[in-house]
């Protein structure tokens, strides 16, 4: 790889930005980190803005490949399954996988980005500037725009600049209205608002090691446990419609809302009133941009590039996963341009394939986790992983567990089976069968990366 002589310019120091930094350091890259907030290790974090993630393999493999697995493993809480509250009814457990080491883990934002910010600045190669806002790029890269913490406007020098600033990225809308790009995003008619479900005497109030999941057709309630015994809760549903956010613009349509759809949850949230009133309703979308990359001078990674919507939990995890292609990449040498061009045609298939999967997982989450069928189909799917380990691996746990295996993978195999879970299923034929092992070894070939 040739090395610029000035420092890469990476704009935004959230996750996958300061992640990126860590990994280009260790490769001997100077860097510049770029921004807009001030410094999280000195302020504390926004309230309102997904509070905790969901962290998978594809995501803990790039922190243990950046160095910095060691600092993260005490913040993370293992959740194994998804525990699903009906009305009227116990809360019950579908496990993720079924395996000991299949789970996912609930991670707080702001301290993942605080640990991601203090392993950046560890390297002696890497600044970091807070209060720095990109305000825009030269269409042809080479001058980035800067606004300083005092208001002040500036334009710097930046011979590659690597744009990790969010789905909302101002490295992407400057390029686009400059016609160097195209965008599309695609808005879901559901909108989510987070509240907080406290410990009580310093303990949770729910299973801390699941995911809660308030499923109500149409619209659902989660939740994901916080290291001090908190659980930080999401509601997501539809913008406008007769059961909607528009519909609870009165505190007493927000009271009687609650009682009706979520009464379990509503005695572990004694600020429900006036967090919802106060806590911000946020906007869902994926964004499709291409190309990312303008010759070997400017690159879009993780939201910037591809911001999905939240249901597989993913969003995060292809940052990451973005980072660990790119810094991969690096090992083989060529120039920048050639970099850039590589990590878009490797990565755009498989971001494209978890933007289709994260939407189809809201489905998933707030309807089907409630049919029966569903239940029986996840039985059998996990019947068959046992039965055909090397060929046959549910979607979900390719996708959480399975980092070998790329999400077009993923999603291609998916496809074929669900084909043959619907036809087992239907035809009341067990995972023990003649017909599933012919439909198994007919459709599935065995998967090159097994036991890798
Ligand atoms: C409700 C919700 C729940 C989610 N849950 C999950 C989950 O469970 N698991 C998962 O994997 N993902 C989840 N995600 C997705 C995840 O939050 C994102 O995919 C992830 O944050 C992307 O990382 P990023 O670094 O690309 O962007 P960000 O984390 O958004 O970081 C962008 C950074 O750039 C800075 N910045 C922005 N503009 C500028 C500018 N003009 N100049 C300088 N700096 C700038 C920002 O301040 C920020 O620090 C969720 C998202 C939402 C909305």
Same mark, same amino acid.
């Given at each position: ?22 990994? =280009? ?37 790039? +922190? ?53 910010? #203090? ?24 001058? =980035? ?12 020098? @930046? ?61 659902? +309630?989660?939740? +994901? ?63 499709? @941009?291409?190309?990312?990359? =303008? ?68 489905? #998933? ?14 039985? =059998? ?72």
């Amino acid at each position: 790889m040739t090395r610029p002589r000035e420092p890469v310019k990476i704009v935004g120091a959230g996750l996958a930005g300061a992640l990126l930094a860590v990994l =280009l350091a260790r490769r001997g890259i100077r860097v510049q980190l770029l921004e807009r907030r001030p410094d999280p290790r000195q302020v504390k974090p926004e309230s309102g803005r997904s509070i905790n993630l969901a962290l998978a393999s594809r995501g803990l493999r790039a +922190l243990e490949a950046a160095g910095v697995i060691g600092s993260v493993r005490p913040l993370l809480i293992p959740m194994r399954g998804r525990m699903v509250h009906e009305p009227g009814a116990a809360p019950a457990l579908l496990p993720y996988g079924q395996r000991e080491h299949e789970v996912i883990y609930s991670v707080g934002r702001a301290d993942l980005n605080r640990v991601l910010i #203090e392993a950046a600045t560890a390297h002696p190669g890497v600044e970091v500037r807070f209060g720095a806002t990109c305000t825009g790029i030269d269409p042809a890269g080479g001058r =980035l725009h800067l606004r300083g913490a005092d208001g002040a406007e500036r334009e710097e020098e @930046a011979a590659v600049v690597i744009a990790c600033d969010g789905a909302g990225s101002a490295v992407r809308t400057a390029l686009v209205r400059a016609q160097r790009m195209e965008m599309r995003e695609d808005w879901l008619d559901h909108d989510y608002k987070e509240l907080t479900i406290p410990a009580r005497d310093g303990r949770p109030v729910l299973e801390p090691h699941a995911l809660h999941v308030w499923p109500r057709g149409g619209f659902m +309630l989660i939740a +994901l446990p916080n290291t001090d015994g908190t659980f930080t809760a999401t509601l997501f549903l539809p913008r406008t419609g007769p059961v909607s956010f528009a519909a609870l613009g009165a505190p007493t349509a927000v009271a009687a809302f609650f009682a009706r759809e979520f009464a379990d949850a509503v005695p572990l949230m004694p600020a429900l009133a006036q967090e919802f009133a106060q806590h911000p309703q946020g906007q869902l979308g994926t964004v499709h @941009a291409s190309p990312w990359h =303008l010759g070997g001078r400017v690159l879009l990674l993780g939201d910037a590039a591809h911001a999905i919507v939240p249901f597989h939990g993913q969003g995060m995890n292809a940052a990451f996963e973005d980072c660990t292609v790119l810094d991969a990449l690096l090992a083989d040498g060529g120039d920048w341009s050639t970099l850039f061009m590589r990590f878009s045609a490797l990565r755009r298939p498989d971001t494209e394939a978890i933007a289709q999967m994260a939407v189809e997982n809201y489905t #998933e989450m707030r309807d089907t986790v409630r049919d029966p069928g569903f239940v029986r189909r996840k039985a =059998l799917a996990m019947a068959l992983e046992r039965r055909f380990p090397e060929r046959f691996i549910p979607r979900y746990s390719m996708v959480m567990f399975h980092p070998e295996i790329g999400y077009a993978e993923a999603l291609r195999r998916g496809t074929v089976q669900a084909q043959i879970l619907a036809e087992l299923d239907g035809a009341h034929e067990s995972a023990d069968s003649h017909s599933a092992a012919r439909l198994v070894t007919e459709r599935l070939s065995p998967l090159r990366h097994y036991g890798s």
